[in-house]
């Protein structure tokens, strides 16, 4: 297993932004996807965006699109979340997570998981 830390959460308010990064001790050929989940109190963990490594495609949750934006740094061995616009129903622990796969990364491949970084958004 290789461990990836989660990082650049925090508390804003509604409207505001953060970057969460992290970072992963090492890629492995079959890490053919990078992505970014959350899991509020009491609700199902959510896929929120996902990239593939190797093309940069990315597929985000209808509930992020236009405000969220997920990339990667190869150099760094990192994958960010951008943040933008952020709104109370973001509040959640967000994770980050890699897995084999292709064309959309589906969900059920993601088995490398971060210890997670809590999001929290005010009105």
């Known amino acids: 297993q290789a461990p990836m830390v989660e990082s650049g959460g925090g508390s804003v308010q509604a409207g505001g932004s953060l970057r969460l990064s992290c970072a992963a001790s090492g890629y492995t050929y079959s890490w053919n996807c990078m992505g970014w989940f959350r899991r509020a109190p009491g609700k199902e963990r959510e896929g929120v965006a996902r990239?593939?490594?190797?093309?940069?495609?990315?597929y985000y949750a209808d509930s992020v699109k236009g405000r969220f934006t997920i990339s990667l740094d190869n150099a760094k061995n990192t994958v960010y979340l951008q943040m933008n616009s952020l709104k109370p129903d973001d509040t959640a622990m967000y994770y980050c997570?890699?897995?084999?796969?292709?064309?959309?990364?589906?969900?059920?491949?993601?088995?490398?998981w971060g210890q997670g970084t809590q999001v929290t958004v005010s009105s």
């Open positions: 990239i593939q490594v190797g093309s940069s495609n990315t």
């Open positions: 997570s890699a897995g084999p796969g292709y064309g959309p990364c589906p969900e059920r491949i993601f088995s490398y």
